[in-house]
Nanobody
């Protein structure tokens, strides 16, 4: 059974930092490109960052580029999102997702991801 479990969310002041983790089980982790998405109340889910199977490629949305860093540790089956310089507009539920693929191209389309975690809340106060 595939499980993706996020952790590390919380309440932080603007300008602060958080590190999200996503622990994967039931999958051969390095067969999957991984992504972080977020959804704020009343908004559609949006792509935040993605990383290829062995971490050679990364991609970020324009809104987080330069502030967030995605990484992975395939030995630990874990995905990370380091978030610095947080802004109130970063407030959302953050989800990790797994895209089974034989190519390294990262997709920003949520529909192409095969598995999702339950989400972790990130709240940034002004």
């Amino acid at each position: 059974q595939v499980q993706l479990v996020e952790s590390g969310g919380g309440l932080v002041q603007a300008g602060g930092s958080l590190r999200l983790s996503c622990a994967a089980s039931g999958v051969v982790f390095n067969n999957y490109n991984m992504g972080w998405f977020r959804q704020a109340p009343g908004n559609e889910r949006e792509f935040v960052a993605g990383i290829s199977r062995i971490g050679l490629k990364t991609q970020y949305s324009d809104s987080v580029k330069g502030r967030f860093t995605i990484s992975r540790d395939n030995a630990k089956n874990t995905l990370y999102l380091q978030m610095n310089g947080l802004k109130p507009e970063d407030t959302a539920v953050y989800y990790c997702a797994a895209d089974y693929t034989l190519i390294s191209s990262i997709t920003v389309r949520g529909l192409e991801y095969d598995y999702w975690g339950q989400g972790t809340q990130v709240t940034v106060s002004s």
